[in-house]
């Protein structure tokens, strides 16, 4: 289950790159992304913005990071190569979940 759902990613996270179609399926990876940094704890905070905000952020961010960059043009026969940004897209990742998810201990990675 999604921790956001299209209206909210549109209303309050004010996010623009997701359409309606696409957005469940980038909400959903995003969402078991948080469950796994945060070692299922976001599960407890499923209704709080941070959690819900953190989820458009990832899912935006997987939605970049997904998308194969530019690296070589031709323009006589005209061809294009792609390449996946795979070498930072889990800092990335990261970053974009712990920019809502700082300071609510649920990034926290010790014991008890």
Known sequence: MAYADYSYYR??????RLDEKSFPRYAGAASAYLDRITFDRA???????SVMLACCAV???MASCCVGRVSSEMV????????????????RLYT??????DGTGLLYRGCC
């Open 11 to 16: 209303e309050q996270y004010y996010g623009e």
């Open 43 to 49: 599960r407890e905070r499923a209704e709080s913005d």
């Open 76 to 91: 006589g026969n005209w061809s294009r190569a792609y390449r996946l940004d795979d070498s930072s897209a889990g800092k």
């Open 59 to 61: 899912a935006d961010e």
């Open 96 to 101: 974009a979940a712990s920019l809502y998810l």
